[in-house]
């Protein structure tokens, strides 16, 4: 088994203030940023760590705006961008002399900025509270995560390119709204609130944020299944990119302790060679959860349901009781015994499932408390794009009868089906129109018959009878049901 691990630690924090440290708060690196400034701490932190500046007079001139290339050029140093290597955007007002072009083309190419509809960047207009949430939420891979909107001014989330991202840094207390119920997005952001965002959008990051990227696998795009083994285990979130950013992205998020699965492909799973299966394992270590990837080409071992018949069911239908499972063997389809007690439990109320660990045909034998035995054919078949196999189950019935009942005057009957006499042998008798249908050979097929005069309800037209015969290995089903359409009401 090949095993790939990526591996995060961390706590999740979700923090709604910041207060102020010892050491940040008392120092004063700049004459108009005292310590009594709620965006002193973040100011001076980035500042000492070289990663904002103030002017030559000593002051940071925290009221004034901050740009669009000023603040590409923080965050990517923030982030550590590599901005020598970087491919032009294409922004024809960022030409290579500008003073924000690395910063800005490597931002571009990781998918965090893009420009305007006309062609242009902007790197001197003042950066908006809207694309600074945007900015802020890609740059530091925020989880897609969020809590009902309480803003009445960003939009719905179809109209809106800053909607979600909006809602994402204020469900994680990056910032508040303007008031209680508006965030004001084209509010423009002062270097003072800049300073304070970003620093707290670094202290909010969660930490144990698994992040795989479509790229990783030379892919594009991602298509995300999730299986019910142990739910609730982590959250998955499909990141959908813009055309000509990076890609798609997925992020894993560990709920609680466990062992869960996951598989991921490039495109729908019946469409595609390129598929990944992972076992998701989620641990705590020193009260921090830690979650790992472990690749697989495992199956696990998949529930098939086992339909049990109806106790009386000429006298009462589908209204009757069920016949009760008391024990199950099974065998291969070539009769080897696998097990005499096969372990069984309820299932959708009444009938009985199994698991099934290996592809193949089988033959299953329930013995109920009543004394009789059906028996019933089971084939698995492994999907590589699934954990689960594919299953289906078959009861034994060699015939099956239907009884339209005297009150329905049905006329003559004709079997439309040619040779039908290779399928199964049909029969009516005239006194209750009864049909009976009985095996004769060893074709699946469906057999139809028209009657005479359809049968009219308020809600029903009746055309007739079909009888499906299906076989699983040498395990064969005959069934009849009623052919027609629902009328309108």
């Not at 329930?366 to 999907?383: H, L």
Request: charged share 25%.
């Amino acid at each position: 088994m090949k095993k790939k691990t990526i591996t995060l630690f961390g706590a999740l924090l979700l923090a709604s203030s910041f207060p102020l440290s010892g050491n940040a708060a008392s120092k004063q690196l700049f004459e108009d940023v005292p310590p009594t400034k709620h965006f002193a701490e973040a100011v001076n932190d980035l500042a000492e760590r070289n990663i904002i500046g103030g002017y030559p007079d000593g002051t940071f001139k925290p009221g004034n705006s901050i740009t669009r290339g000023q603040a590409a050029a923080i965050i990517a140093k923030m982030i550590k961008l590599d901005t020598k290597n970087v491919k032009n955007p294409g922004f024809k007002d960022v030409p290579t002399a500008n003073g924000y072009y690395m910063a800005i083309a490597a931002m571009a190419q990781e998918g965090i900025i893009g420009g305007y509809p006309d062609g242009r960047f902007g790197p001197n207009d003042p950066i908006k509270r809207g694309q600074m949430a945007s900015i802020l939420v890609k740059a530091f891979d925020l989880p897609r995560q969020h809590g009902e909107n309480p803003f009445k001014d960003i939009g719905w989330k179809w109209d809106s390119s800053h909607y979600e991202n909006v809602l994402i840094i204020h469900h994680l207390g990056i910032t508040a709204g303007t008031t209680s119920n508006t965030f004001s997005p084209n509010l423009s952001i002062t270097r003072g609130q800049a300073a304070k965002m970003i620093k707290a959008t670094e202290e909010a990051k969660p930490t144990n944020v698994v992040t795989l990227g479509a790229n990783d696998f030379g892919w594009s795009r991602f298509f995300v299944m999730e299986t019910e083994m142990n739910p609730g285990l982590f959250d998955v979130i499909l990141v959908e990119w813009k055309d000509g950013y990076q890609g798609d992205k997925i992020q894993l998020i560990p709920k609680k302790e466990g062992t869960g699965t996951f598989i991921l492909s490039d495109k729908h799973f019946f469409e595609t060679e390129n598929y990944k299966k992972y076992y998701v394992h989620v641990k705590k270590e020193n009260d921090e959860l830690k979650l790992t990837l472990e690749e697989t080409s495992d199956f696990l071992p998949t529930a098939i349901q086992l339909d049990t018949p109806y106790i009386n069911f000429e006298e009462k239908g589908i209204f009757g009781d069920k016949e009760v499972a008391q024990n199950i063997s099974l065998t291969t389809m070539d009769g080897e015994k696998l097990s005499d007690n096969v372990a069984f439990k309820t299932c959708d109320h009444t009938n009985v499932c199994i698991d099934i660990d290996k592809p193949g045909q089988y033959i299953a034998t329930v013995r109920f408390a009543s004394g009789k035995e059906s028996r019933y054919g089971i084939e698995a078949k492994a999907k590589k794009t699934h954990f689960y196999y594919e299953v289906e189950s078959l009861s034994e019935e060699l015939s099956a009868t239907y009884k339209q009942g005297t009150a329905d005057d049905i006329g003559e009957h004709k079997i439309v089906t040619k040779a039908h006499e290779q399928i199964a042998e049909i029969t009516r008798d005239a006194s209750t129109n009864l049909f009976t249908a009985r095996l004769t050979g060893k074709k699946e097929d469906t057999i139809v018959i028209e009657y005479e005069k359809p049968v009219r309800s308020e809600f029903y037209h009746q055309s007739g009878l079909r009888i499906d015969v299906k076989g699983i290995g040498s395990i064969w089903n005959v069934s009849i049901r009623s052919d027609g359409y629902i009328t309108d009401m």
